[in-house]
């Protein structure tokens, strides 16, 4: 069920007319949230519902386990990992991993080769199989102790509003907050109308009508020879999956906020960082985090030098590539932002331009044109494709203005510029503090939430689903 389908808004309203009431009581808001949330997921495919409930009864019963047998914890967290990455790896890699078999034996000139069994990819299951992975490892750390209602545990693994995009809600964050009534103040409910608002705004007018102008791009069989084209069809890439997918978290957390919940920040304008380390801190915060406390410190951080630390750098960035698909081109873009941060480490660069006057504008600049360029990979069919798309981009000798013309439309063209102002409006500090709690305020908020919600009913683009459904 997508945020942006009229079956989304009916479920919703729905949703609200009971809430009130049944959240006064644990046992029927664990079980009203699980029921609910399983109804929104099996709205794609009723067989994905079997598919969470497996990985959440795995991890719910290893943790009890965990108390019950602390002799054993090694153990059942290691059927615990074991369970969860080899069901994200039979649904999402299997396919991958043999194809990639089977060429090899062709490189060889052996006629042998393992069946492709086409599993469908179930939605969100990256986003599901971190967050409950992640409830097992802080039991075993001692960070949390387990619940022993399997409805509080699925009231927090398969809450709607972030199941299938994120952000990645950790036990710690969200499974204390469950166990209260909070009051969903007025302040709270505003605050979240705007997230909403805005989020929706994101997705379906600017991500949706840049998209077809990136997918037609890239779905030239031979790519238009044009420098122009290429680095506006790039800026335009960025764009559309940053308010794709921050769209998506904003809903998510206004939602949230409607509940009476709060949900982590998982976007903090992540174009207007000064280096790739920053970048990072600013972009899929939850994912970033996540790998970091669950993949980079326990292989050692950089404990053991610095040699370990880019050894373990590289490791958990390339994991990241792979986690948002089984690709060799999400694998190239992981290993782009790896040799990135290793140029930083090595080098100091952006913080050596920063102590040069006006050096911080220029770092900003150079770390979003590096972003762009590793996006290239990140959006790229093939790795064929993305290394042609980068001969045309440096292809400086046929700029080819009037093919750029003609191929991109003038709403993608506003709608970038909407986003690269709102950008720059921040970067400027226009929208400080002093401004927000103006008494103008309120009514420019009041103006601006029924703006965007209007643009969403008469300028949005061609409906799509969201981008990161497919990780």
């Known amino acids: 069920m997508l945020f942006n389908s009229p079956e989304f808004i009916v479920f919703i309203a729905l949703f609200f007319v009971a809430w009130p009431i049944l959240r006064k009581w644990k046992t029927a808001r664990w079980g009203y949230l699980t029921a609910a949330s399983f109804f929104f997921y099996g709205w794609w495919d009723w067989r994905f519902v079997f598919l969470i409930l497996a990985s959440g009864f795995i991890d719910f019963f290893a ?29 999402k890699y299997l396919d991958f991993f043999t194809g990639n078999i089977n060429w090899i034996f062709a490189c060889f000139g052996s006629d042998f080769s393992l069946p492709l069994l086409h599993f469908p990819l179930p939605v969100g299951i990256s986003f599901y199989t ?39 809600v950790r036990a710690t964050y969200l499974l204390p907050q469950l166990e209260h009534v909070v009051p969903t103040t007025e302040e709270k409910r505003w605050e979240g109308m705007r997230l909403i608002a805005y989020g929706f705004f994101k ?39 940053y308010c794709d997918f921050s769209g998506y978290s904003d809903i998510a957390r206004g939602l949230a906020k ?69 690709s060799w081109t999400f694998l190239a873009w992981g290993a782009m932002h790896a040799l990135y941060l290793t140029i930083e480490r090595k080098t100091r660069w952006p913080e050596k331009l920063a102590g040069i006057r006006g050096g911080r504008h220029i770092a900003v600049l150079v770390i979003f044109l590096m972003v762009l360029f590793a996006w290239v990979f990140f959006r790229a ?71 965007l919600l209007t643009a969403c009913v008469f300028f949005r683009g061609p409906g799509a689903a969201f981008i990161y459904f497919q990780f």
């Open 381 to 451: 069919e093939s790795l064929d494709q993305a290394g042609v798309i980068i001969l045309r981009m440096f292809d400086v000798g046929y700029p080819g203005v009037a093919a750029a013309a003609e191929f991109i439309t003038w709403k993608a063209v506003l709608v970038t510029g909407l986003m690269i102002g709102r950008q720059a409006v921040v970067y400027s500090g226009l929208h400080d503090r002093k401004w927000r709690d103006s008494r103008w305020a309120v009514a420019a908020h009041t103006i601006a939430v029924g703006v």
């Open 258 to 326: 409607w509940m009476g919940y709060e949900f982590p920040l998982n976007f903090d304008h992540p174009y207007l960082s000064s280096s790739i380390r920053e970048f990072w801190k600013r972009w899929h915060i939850s994912l970033s985090s996540w790998f970091q406390d669950y993949v980079y410190i326990p292989l050692g951080g950089s404990r053991r030098g610095a040699a370990a630390g880019l050894r373990n750098m590289w490791i958990a960035m390339l994991v990241s590539g792979l986690w948002h698909g089984a």
């Open 130 to 168: 971190f967050q409950s992975m992640s409830y097992t490892i802080d039991v075993y750390r001692g960070k949390l102790t387990p619940t022993r209602n399997v409805l509080h545990f699925f009231a927090y693994l398969a809450m709607f509003p972030q199941l299938v995009a994120g952000p990645i």
């Open 63 to 91: 943790a009890m386990a965990m108390v019950r047998w602390p002799s054993k914890r090694k153990l059942l967290l290691v059927a615990s990992i074991v369970g969860n990455v080899g069901s994200l790896g039979a649904f």
């Open 203 to 241: 997705k379906m007018v600017v991500a949706d009508t840049i998209a077809p102008v990136v997918n037609n791009a890239f779905a030239m069989e031979t790519p238009l020879a044009s420098c122009s084209y290429w680095w506006i069809v790039m800026v335009m890439f960025a764009f559309q999956i």
